[in-house]
Nanobody, 125 residues
Framework: EVQLQASGGGLVQAGGSLRLSCAASGFTFDDYAIGWFRQAPGKKREGVICISSRHTATYYLDSVKGRFTISSDNAKKTVYLQMNSLKPEDTAVYYC??????????????????WGKGTLVTVSS
């Protein structure tokens, strides 16, 4: 059974940092791209960043470039989202998801076949 378990969310002050984790199981981790989406209150879910099976990162939000980084540990089957210089507008539920392919090209909700339950990040001003 494919499972993705997101964790690491919480309450942080603006300017602070958090590291989210996405622990994967039930599939060959090395063969698929994994990404993060987020959904702020009252807004649509949006793609944030993706990492390919070859550990190439692709950003989908200009607002997080230079602040967020994604990494992957194949041995631990875990993808990390390091979020620095957090802003109140980063407040959202963050979801990790497995892409159908091994590259991030065509990154969209419809391209993902399994989702974690989400972890809430709240950034206070």
């Amino acid at each position: 059974e494919v499972q993705l378990q997101a964790s690491g969310g919480g309450l942080v002050q603006a300017g602070g940092s958090l590291r989210l984790s996405c622990a994967a199981s039930g599939f060959t981790f090395d063969d698929y791209a994994i990404g993060w989406f987020r959904q702020a209150p009252g807004k649509k879910r949006e793609g944030v960043i993706c990492i390919s099976s070859r550990h190439t990162a692709t950003y989908y939000l200009d607002s997080v470039k230079g602040r967020f980084t994604i990494s992957s540990d194949n041995a631990k089957k875990t993808v990390y989202l390091q979020m620095n210089s957090l802003k109140p507008e980063d407040t959202a539920v963050y979801y990790c998801a497995k892409k159908r392919g091994y590259i991030c090209s065509g990154y969209a909700m419809s391209a993902m076949d399994y989702w974690g339950k989400g972890t809430l990040v709240t950034v206070s001003s």
